[in-house]
């Protein structure tokens, strides 16, 4: 009887290692980024676009992975159209022309590829580079927190009507579609007198749009930029981008879980530029605050920045923080890892330092690695009260100097890379046991 006990403990105990995952940092007993992601898109070739997209698609319309076809100029989805694209289906953006698409508010896009078969959006350029074509927005009538409800996308762009670049409304349940399995690939042009594009701009889109398996890669803007709605966003990665990973603005309500940001000091924007940016406002004489003020919700999170020599980048001023809050605002996130930045996150010099405004900022359960400075707030000369705030073991979170190759399975696979934490890096907990009783 004995025997039998001791080999089905033993039995158990491999098993259980077998198939145990890390609960910080992006999950998944396999590396969900494996097949459809590709972080090296400079190298891929696509045919020849077989057909043009153009001006107004007003009559609901299928893209099928048998063409290849080109956005030339502004596309605009409008009159509650639904663009469907079929699995694998390859859509390049016109370089001479920011070639863009928007999905108008009331129109649909259903945009589901798979994992062995993703839909592509990249540049037509034989040697691409970030900033080739414009970008991805899709608008709804979910709420935005300035006054009117309603406001118009301010990137230089020329619909035939200003109803097709209007975002806002009551509709929490807003749908504008699904993307699943897509990639955006070196989008993000600057156009005269605006800002950059986006890789992705989600606009007063609602819960009911679904948002998955999105990849925004070489971005010379944001690569996700949300601006109000309830929106959820899972499995989404960044890589490269030059401004933030993730910006959050205008009253969003947002849930983000078991998202990836890796983040290059070579090419990040010397004038500010983070995995995460979370804001209520630009002015805030522009914001209603009688409507919800940005709240992001984030679990699951790996944040990195891959520096050849990270304490020279550091010197030099090329590494920031990787999360930037700003007044107003509610943040929390959970089961996270930070890697290489300095500091960690950083508080807006606005911010009171109080416990009203500590509630709205949640940091927990979450490991910080080889950042200088973990939470400081802007300016700030002495953080101590923040970290010894943040360090306590109510929140519960780790500290560690380590380097990527140490701390993630396989970070230098410069193919098919592996950001989940190693096993034991940090010890996984699990229904038996509470993280606040660990020593």
């Known amino acids: 009887m004995k025997k039998i006990t001791l080999s089905s403990l033993l039995f158990l105990l491999v098993f259980g290692n077998l198939f145990a995952q890390q609960e910080k940092g992006i999950i998944g007993y396999n590396n969900w980024l494996d097949s459809w992601t590709d972080f090296q898109p400079n190298k891929a070739n696509y045919e020849e676009p077989t057909q043009i997209l153009s001006g107004n698609i007003s009559e609901d319309m299928t893209l099928t992975k048998r063409n290849t076809y080109l956005l030339l100029g502004e596309v605009f989805v409008t009159d509650s159209t639904t663009l469907t694209i079929e699995p694998g289906t390859v859509i390049l953006g016109d370089h001479k022309s920011k070639g863009s698409l928007i999905v108008a508010n009331g129109s649909k896009l259903i945009a589901e590829g798979n994992s062995t078969d993703p839909i592509v959006f990249t540049s037509n350029r034989t040697d691409k580079k970030p900033g080739d074509w414009g970008g991805l927005f899709l608008l709804g009538d979910a709420p935005i927190n300035i006054f009117g409800k309603v406001a118009s996308l301010n990137y230089g762009l020329n619909p035939s009507s200003t109803e097709s670049i209007s975002y806002g409304g009551d509709n929490i349940e807003s749908d504008s579609g699904i ?98 940016s979370v804001q209520s406002y630009d002015l805030k004489e522009n914001a209603d605050t009688s409507k919800k003020q940005t709240f992001v919700d984030a679990e699951n999170l790996t944040l990195v920045n891959i520096s050849k020599d990270l304490k020279s980048d550091i010197s030099v001023g090329l590494v920031q923080e990787a999360i930037s809050i700003g007044p107003d605002v509610s943040f929390h996130i959970n089961k996270s890892v930070i890697s290489g930045f300095k500091p960690a996150v950083i508080l807006d010099e606005r911010i009171t330092i109080n416990s009203e405004n500590l509630e709205k900022i949640k940091i927990t359960q979450s490991y910080f690695n080889n950042c200088k400075g973990n939470i400081f707030k802007e300016y700030s000369s002495n953080n101590d009260d923040l970290e010894s705030w943040y360090g306590s073991r109510a929140f519960n979170n780790v500290y560690s100097k380590g380097p990527d190759h140490e701390t993630f399975i396989a970070s230098d696979n410069a193919r098919n890379p592996d950001f989940r934490l190693r096993i034991n890096k940090i010890i996984a907990s699990n229904d038996l046991f509470d993280d606040e009783e660990e020593d």
Do not use: W
């Open 179 to 276: 993307l699943d399995y897509v990639r955006i690939e070196y989008a993000g042009k600057k156009t005269k007198g605006f800002e950059n594009f986006s890789g992705l701009t989600l606009a007063g889109v609602g819960n009911k749009t679904a948002i998955s398996n999105v990849m925004v890669s070489y971005s010379e803007g944001h690569s996700f930029n949300v601006l109000g709605g309830e929106v959820n966003l899972t499995k989404t990665v960044s890589y490269r981008s030059k401004y933030n990973d993730y910006n959050f603005n205008t009253g969003t309500q947002c849930r983000i879980e078991n998202a990836l940001a890796i983040r290059s000091p070579y090419i990040s924007s010397a004038d500010g530029s983070r995995c995460m």
